[in-house]
Protein backbone atom coordinates (compact mmCIF):
# COMPACT_ATOMS: atom_id res chain seq x y z
CA UNK A 1 0.00 0.00 0.00
CA UNK A 2 1.58 3.65 -1.12
CA UNK A 3 2.11 5.63 1.78
CA UNK A 4 0.23 8.41 2.58
CA UNK A 5 2.23 11.72 1.46
CA UNK A 6 0.03 13.86 3.26
CA UNK A 7 1.26 11.98 6.64
CA UNK A 8 4.77 11.96 5.45
CA UNK A 9 4.54 15.89 5.69
CA UNK A 10 3.53 16.08 9.52
CA UNK A 11 6.53 13.91 10.06
CA UNK A 12 8.73 16.56 8.54
CA UNK A 13 7.56 18.81 10.77
CA UNK A 14 5.17 20.55 8.45
CA UNK A 15 2.13 21.13 9.35
CA UNK A 16 -1.14 20.44 6.97
CA UNK A 17 -3.89 22.77 7.47
CA UNK A 18 -6.98 22.83 4.88
CA UNK A 19 -7.62 26.15 3.24
CA UNK A 20 -11.37 25.63 3.18
CA UNK A 21 -14.46 24.97 5.37
CA UNK A 22 -17.86 24.12 4.81
CA UNK A 23 -20.46 23.05 7.58
CA UNK A 24 -20.86 20.10 5.38
CA UNK A 25 -17.27 18.56 5.64
CA UNK A 26 -18.17 18.51 9.80
CA UNK A 27 -22.01 16.48 9.12
CA UNK A 28 -20.27 13.92 6.44
CA UNK A 29 -17.29 12.76 8.69
CA UNK A 30 -15.12 14.10 6.18
CA UNK A 31 -13.25 16.42 8.31
CA UNK A 32 -12.96 13.54 10.79
CA UNK A 33 -11.47 11.17 7.90
CA UNK A 34 -8.77 14.28 6.84
CA UNK A 35 -7.38 14.26 10.93
CA UNK A 36 -7.18 10.68 11.16
CA UNK A 37 -6.01 9.65 7.70
CA UNK A 38 -4.69 12.44 6.07
CA UNK A 39 -2.53 14.02 9.06
CA UNK A 40 -4.04 17.04 9.07
CA UNK A 41 -3.29 19.48 11.47
CA UNK A 42 -5.71 22.61 11.02
CA UNK A 43 -7.71 24.79 9.08
CA UNK A 44 -7.86 28.70 7.46
CA UNK A 45 -10.53 30.71 6.77
CA UNK A 46 -11.22 33.62 4.87
CA UNK A 47 -14.03 35.65 3.34
CA UNK A 48 -13.54 34.46 -0.10
CA UNK A 49 -14.18 30.59 1.23
CA UNK A 50 -16.85 32.14 3.95
CA UNK A 51 -18.39 33.53 0.52
CA UNK A 52 -18.36 30.21 -1.31
CA UNK A 53 -19.60 27.87 1.30
CA UNK A 54 -22.67 30.08 2.39
CA UNK A 55 -23.94 31.20 -1.11
CA UNK A 56 -22.86 28.03 -2.80
CA UNK A 57 -24.56 26.05 -0.66
CA UNK A 58 -28.07 25.34 1.33
CA UNK A 59 -26.05 24.01 4.42
CA UNK A 60 -26.93 27.37 6.45
CA UNK A 61 -30.02 27.96 5.90
CA UNK A 62 -31.78 26.58 8.63
CA UNK A 63 -29.34 28.72 10.81
CA UNK A 64 -30.14 31.38 8.44
CA UNK A 65 -34.21 31.04 9.14
CA UNK A 66 -33.58 30.38 13.23
CA UNK A 67 -31.41 33.73 13.22
CA UNK A 68 -33.98 35.52 11.18
CA UNK A 69 -37.33 34.24 13.56
CA UNK A 70 -35.57 35.97 16.11
CA UNK A 71 -34.37 39.49 14.76
CA UNK A 72 -35.90 39.59 11.15
CA UNK A 73 -33.53 42.96 10.56
CA UNK A 74 -30.38 41.04 11.89
CA UNK A 75 -27.87 43.33 9.89
CA UNK A 76 -26.14 40.84 6.59
CA UNK A 77 -22.91 41.38 8.87
CA UNK A 78 -24.06 40.19 11.88
CA UNK A 79 -25.87 37.08 10.26
CA UNK A 80 -22.61 36.60 8.91
CA UNK A 81 -20.32 36.74 11.62
CA UNK A 82 -22.98 34.17 13.76
CA UNK A 83 -22.47 31.53 10.57
CA UNK A 84 -19.03 32.19 10.94
CA UNK A 85 -18.35 31.51 14.53
CA UNK A 86 -20.27 28.24 15.21
CA UNK A 87 -17.91 26.80 12.08
CA UNK A 88 -15.05 28.17 13.20
CA UNK A 89 -15.88 27.18 16.82
CA UNK A 90 -17.23 23.43 15.23
CA UNK A 91 -13.74 22.97 13.43
CA UNK A 92 -11.61 24.05 16.01
CA UNK A 93 -13.66 20.93 18.86
CA UNK A 94 -12.89 18.74 15.93
CA UNK A 95 -9.27 19.70 15.96
CA UNK A 96 -8.70 19.70 20.20
CA UNK A 97 -6.90 16.15 20.14
CA UNK A 98 -4.59 17.45 17.57
CA UNK A 99 -4.17 20.55 19.38
CA UNK A 100 -3.49 18.33 22.90
CA UNK A 101 -1.25 15.90 21.23
CA UNK A 102 0.70 18.12 19.69
CA UNK A 103 1.40 20.09 23.21
CA UNK A 104 -0.45 23.87 21.62
CA UNK A 105 2.15 23.80 18.63
CA UNK A 106 -0.51 22.62 16.30
CA UNK A 107 -4.82 22.35 15.77
CA UNK A 108 -5.75 25.73 14.69
CA UNK A 109 -8.33 27.22 13.01
CA UNK A 110 -7.99 30.73 11.30
CA UNK A 111 -11.28 33.20 11.47
CA UNK A 112 -10.29 36.45 9.73
CA UNK A 113 -11.45 39.92 10.88
CA UNK A 114 -13.21 42.12 7.92
CA UNK A 115 -11.59 43.23 5.31
CA UNK A 116 -13.12 46.59 5.65
CA UNK A 117 -10.72 46.89 8.13
CA UNK A 118 -7.56 46.21 6.81
CA UNK A 119 -6.39 49.94 6.90
CA UNK A 120 -7.92 50.70 10.50
CA UNK A 121 -5.51 49.65 13.14
CA UNK A 122 -7.91 50.27 15.92
CA UNK A 123 -10.76 49.26 14.15
CA UNK A 124 -9.06 46.05 13.94
CA UNK A 125 -7.45 45.27 17.37
CA UNK A 126 -11.54 46.38 18.95
CA UNK A 127 -12.95 43.07 16.42
CA UNK A 128 -9.86 41.00 17.01
CA UNK A 129 -10.36 40.79 20.63
CA UNK A 130 -14.19 40.52 19.98
CA UNK A 131 -14.15 37.71 18.12
CA UNK A 132 -11.47 35.91 20.45
CA UNK A 133 -13.70 36.49 23.15
CA UNK A 134 -16.74 35.41 21.18
CA UNK A 135 -15.60 31.82 19.90
CA UNK A 136 -13.85 31.18 23.09
CA UNK A 137 -11.68 28.25 21.87
CA UNK A 138 -7.74 28.21 23.28
CA UNK A 139 -6.97 26.65 19.53
CA UNK A 140 -8.24 29.70 17.27
CA UNK A 141 -6.19 32.21 15.56
CA UNK A 142 -7.54 35.15 14.52
CA UNK A 143 -6.19 36.48 10.97
CA UNK A 144 -5.04 39.80 10.63
CA UNK A 145 -3.53 41.42 7.26
CA UNK A 146 -0.06 42.25 6.99
CA UNK A 147 -0.78 45.73 5.97
CA UNK A 148 1.16 48.90 7.36
CA UNK A 149 -2.23 49.74 9.62
CA UNK A 150 -2.26 45.98 11.11
CA UNK A 151 1.42 45.76 11.39
CA UNK A 152 1.01 47.59 14.79
CA UNK A 153 -2.32 45.61 15.34
CA UNK A 154 -0.42 42.61 15.33
CA UNK A 155 1.40 43.60 18.30
CA UNK A 156 -0.95 44.94 20.57
CA UNK A 157 -2.98 41.66 20.04
CA UNK A 158 -0.37 39.13 20.57
CA UNK A 159 0.70 41.16 23.72
CA UNK A 160 -2.72 40.41 24.83
CA UNK A 161 -1.74 36.65 24.21
CA UNK A 162 -4.17 36.37 21.26
CA UNK A 163 -3.11 33.99 18.53
CA UNK A 164 -2.96 35.58 15.20
CA UNK A 165 -2.44 34.32 11.57
CA UNK A 166 -1.11 37.24 9.55
CA UNK A 167 -1.94 37.17 6.27
CA UNK A 168 -1.45 38.50 2.57
CA UNK A 169 2.17 39.07 2.98
CA UNK A 170 4.28 38.70 -0.11
CA UNK A 171 7.56 40.22 0.27
CA UNK A 172 10.45 40.03 2.38
CA UNK A 173 9.75 43.48 3.80
CA UNK A 174 6.22 42.04 4.80
CA UNK A 175 8.10 39.13 6.43
CA UNK A 176 10.33 41.36 8.58
CA UNK A 177 7.13 43.62 9.41
CA UNK A 178 6.17 40.85 11.02
CA UNK A 179 8.27 38.81 12.44
CA UNK A 180 9.65 41.75 14.67
CA UNK A 181 5.82 42.63 15.51
CA UNK A 182 5.25 39.54 16.79
CA UNK A 183 8.45 39.31 18.90
CA UNK A 184 7.56 42.80 20.35
CA UNK A 185 4.45 42.07 20.90
CA UNK A 186 5.92 38.49 23.23
CA UNK A 187 8.08 41.05 25.21
CA UNK A 188 5.34 42.58 25.77
CA UNK A 189 3.49 39.59 26.83
CA UNK A 190 2.35 38.24 30.36
CA UNK A 191 2.73 34.58 29.75
CA UNK A 192 4.68 34.22 26.24
CA UNK A 193 4.58 31.01 26.59
CA UNK A 194 0.88 31.10 25.69
CA UNK A 195 1.03 32.77 22.67
CA UNK A 196 0.73 30.77 18.86
CA UNK A 197 1.30 32.65 15.56
CA UNK A 198 1.64 32.00 12.07
CA UNK A 199 2.81 34.46 9.20
CA UNK A 200 1.10 33.10 5.99
CA UNK A 201 2.83 33.65 3.31
CA UNK A 202 1.55 33.75 -0.19
CA UNK A 203 3.27 31.51 -2.81
CA UNK A 204 1.37 31.58 -6.26
CA UNK A 205 0.26 34.67 -6.89
CA UNK A 206 3.90 35.63 -7.05
CA UNK A 207 4.43 33.49 -10.01
CA UNK A 208 1.52 34.18 -11.97
CA UNK A 209 2.69 38.26 -11.63
CA UNK A 210 6.11 37.49 -12.46
CA UNK A 211 5.43 35.24 -15.20
CA UNK A 212 3.72 37.66 -17.04
CA UNK A 213 5.96 40.92 -16.53
CA UNK A 214 8.60 37.89 -17.84
CA UNK A 215 6.79 36.78 -20.51
CA UNK A 216 6.08 40.70 -21.76
CA UNK A 217 10.31 41.06 -21.71
CA UNK A 218 10.11 37.74 -23.65
CA UNK A 219 13.70 37.31 -24.15
CA UNK A 220 15.08 33.42 -23.83
CA UNK A 221 16.37 34.30 -20.50
CA UNK A 222 13.47 36.10 -19.00
CA UNK A 223 11.23 33.23 -20.52
CA UNK A 224 13.39 30.32 -18.61
CA UNK A 225 12.91 32.27 -15.08
CA UNK A 226 8.93 31.47 -15.28
CA UNK A 227 7.33 29.52 -12.50
CA UNK A 228 10.53 29.82 -10.30
CA UNK A 229 10.19 33.10 -8.46
CA UNK A 230 7.62 32.30 -6.05
CA UNK A 231 9.52 29.47 -4.60
CA UNK A 232 12.90 31.14 -4.77
CA UNK A 233 11.16 34.42 -2.94
CA UNK A 234 9.63 31.84 -0.41
CA UNK A 235 13.04 30.27 0.31
CA UNK A 236 14.57 33.41 1.37
CA UNK A 237 11.94 34.15 3.88
CA UNK A 238 12.38 30.35 5.24
CA UNK A 239 16.02 31.59 5.98
CA UNK A 240 15.44 34.40 7.49
CA UNK A 241 12.99 32.84 9.92
CA UNK A 242 15.71 30.88 10.95
CA UNK A 243 18.05 33.59 11.38
CA UNK A 244 15.48 35.17 13.74
CA UNK A 245 14.13 32.64 15.57
CA UNK A 246 17.20 30.21 15.89
CA UNK A 247 19.39 33.14 16.55
CA UNK A 248 19.91 35.56 19.84
CA UNK A 249 17.20 37.84 18.58
CA UNK A 250 14.25 35.11 19.89
CA UNK A 251 16.94 33.59 22.32
CA UNK A 252 15.54 34.84 25.82
CA UNK A 253 11.90 34.45 24.78
CA UNK A 254 13.27 30.66 23.59
CA UNK A 255 14.23 30.64 27.85
CA UNK A 256 10.39 31.54 28.71
CA UNK A 257 8.69 28.98 26.49
CA UNK A 258 7.98 31.20 23.60
CA UNK A 259 6.77 29.47 20.45
CA UNK A 260 8.48 30.35 17.16
CA UNK A 261 5.62 32.06 14.83
CA UNK A 262 6.11 29.40 12.15
CA UNK A 263 5.86 30.47 8.33
CA UNK A 264 2.76 29.60 6.57
CA UNK A 265 2.29 28.88 2.97
CA UNK A 266 -0.19 30.31 1.75
CA UNK A 267 -1.83 29.97 -1.47
CA UNK A 268 -0.37 26.87 -2.91
CA UNK A 269 -2.50 25.67 -5.01
CA UNK A 270 -0.99 26.02 -8.38
CA UNK A 271 -2.63 28.50 -11.07
CA UNK A 272 -0.46 27.69 -14.33
CA UNK A 273 -1.75 24.32 -15.62
CA UNK A 274 1.64 24.15 -17.04
CA UNK A 275 2.82 23.87 -13.56
CA UNK A 276 2.77 20.26 -11.60
CA UNK A 277 -0.28 20.47 -9.65
CA UNK A 278 1.52 19.67 -6.49
CA UNK A 279 4.37 22.29 -7.19
CA UNK A 280 4.28 24.44 -4.53
CA UNK A 281 3.73 21.35 -1.60
CA UNK A 282 6.75 19.69 -2.85
CA UNK A 283 8.92 22.74 -2.86
CA UNK A 284 8.40 24.12 0.83
CA UNK A 285 8.00 21.42 2.66
CA UNK A 286 10.01 22.21 5.75
CA UNK A 287 10.59 21.89 9.83
CA UNK A 288 8.39 24.56 11.57
CA UNK A 289 6.11 25.41 8.99
CA UNK A 290 2.83 25.06 7.54
CA UNK A 291 1.15 24.85 4.42
CA UNK A 292 -2.63 25.90 4.07
CA UNK A 293 -4.02 23.62 1.04
CA UNK A 294 -7.02 23.97 -1.58
CA UNK A 295 -8.92 20.76 -1.25
CA UNK A 296 -7.89 19.69 -4.64
CA UNK A 297 -4.70 20.38 -4.70
CA UNK A 298 -4.77 18.51 -1.20
CA UNK A 299 -6.41 15.37 -3.41
CA UNK A 300 -3.70 15.46 -5.78
CA UNK A 301 -0.84 15.53 -3.19
CA UNK A 302 -1.71 12.37 -1.65
CA UNK A 303 -2.47 11.01 -5.16
CA UNK A 304 0.49 11.68 -6.61
CA UNK A 305 2.57 14.15 -4.24
CA UNK A 306 6.53 13.43 -3.23
CA UNK A 307 7.02 14.86 0.38
CA UNK A 308 10.48 15.84 0.31
CA UNK A 309 12.35 16.49 3.65
CA UNK A 310 13.45 19.84 4.47
CA UNK A 311 12.85 20.59 0.60
CA UNK A 312 12.60 24.50 1.43
CA UNK A 313 15.76 24.38 2.20
CA UNK A 314 17.55 23.55 -0.44
CA UNK A 315 18.86 25.35 -4.13
CA UNK A 316 20.08 28.69 -4.26
CA UNK A 317 17.22 31.62 -4.12
CA UNK A 318 19.97 34.25 -5.21
CA UNK A 319 20.54 32.36 -8.47
CA UNK A 320 16.63 33.35 -9.59
CA UNK A 321 16.35 35.98 -7.57
CA UNK A 322 19.53 38.33 -8.95
CA UNK A 323 18.65 37.90 -12.71
CA UNK A 324 14.62 38.73 -11.74
CA UNK A 325 16.23 41.99 -10.74
CA UNK A 326 18.50 42.48 -13.35
CA UNK A 327 15.83 41.89 -15.56
CA UNK A 328 14.29 45.28 -13.85
CA UNK A 329 11.58 42.90 -11.66
CA UNK A 330 11.39 44.38 -8.29
CA UNK A 331 9.54 41.66 -6.03
CA UNK A 332 9.22 44.55 -3.47
CA UNK A 333 6.47 46.39 -5.96
CA UNK A 334 5.60 43.48 -7.07
CA UNK A 335 4.28 42.38 -3.65
CA UNK A 336 2.98 45.63 -2.37
CA UNK A 337 0.46 45.63 -5.94
CA UNK A 338 -0.63 41.92 -4.69
CA UNK A 339 -0.87 42.43 -1.22
CA UNK A 340 -3.24 45.80 -2.11
CA UNK A 341 -5.07 43.50 -4.74
CA UNK A 342 -5.69 40.70 -2.18
CA UNK A 343 -7.34 43.39 0.54
CA UNK A 344 -10.17 44.64 -2.50
CA UNK A 345 -10.72 40.83 -3.24
CA UNK A 346 -11.30 39.73 -0.05
CA UNK A 347 -13.28 42.79 0.30
CA UNK A 348 -15.25 42.12 -2.66
CA UNK A 349 -15.65 38.51 -1.90
CA UNK A 350 -16.94 40.02 1.51
CA UNK A 351 -19.60 42.96 -0.13
CA UNK A 352 -20.77 39.60 -2.38
CA UNK A 353 -21.32 37.57 0.95
CA UNK A 354 -23.70 40.17 2.51
CA UNK A 355 -25.64 40.46 -0.66
CA UNK A 356 -25.73 36.56 -0.66
CA UNK A 357 -27.29 37.02 2.47
CA UNK A 358 -29.55 39.74 1.62
CA UNK A 359 -30.98 37.65 -1.02
CA UNK A 360 -31.25 34.66 1.21
CA UNK A 361 -33.10 36.51 3.59
CA UNK A 362 -35.89 37.54 0.95
CA UNK A 363 -36.20 33.78 0.56
CA UNK A 364 -36.36 32.34 3.50
Same mark, same amino acid.
Given at each position: ???????????????????????????????????? /????????????????????????????????????????????????? /?????????? %????????????YVSLEVSP?????????????????????????? %???????????????????? %???? %???????????????????????????????????????????????????????????????????????????????????????????????????????????????????????????????????????????????????????? /???????????????????????????????????????????????
Amino acid at each position: MKNNSLVDLENYGQGIWLDYIRRDLFLSGELKRLIE /QDGLTGMTSNPTIFEKAISGSTDYDAQLSGLLKVDPHMPADVLYEKIAI /QDIQTAADFF %IPVYKRKEKGDGYVSLEVSPYLAHDTQGTIAQARRLWTTVARPNVM %IKVPATKEGIPAIETLIAEG %ININ %ITLMFTMAHYEAVAQAYIRGLRRCRKPEGVSSVASFFVSRVDTAVDKALESIGTEAALNLRGQAAIANSRMVYRRFLEVFEGPTFAALRKKGARVQRPLWASTGTKNPAYSDVLYVEELAGLNTVDTIPPETLKNFRDHGVAKKDEVEKGQP /QEILGPLAKLGIDLNAVGEKLQQDGVESFAASFKKLLGALEEKRGKV
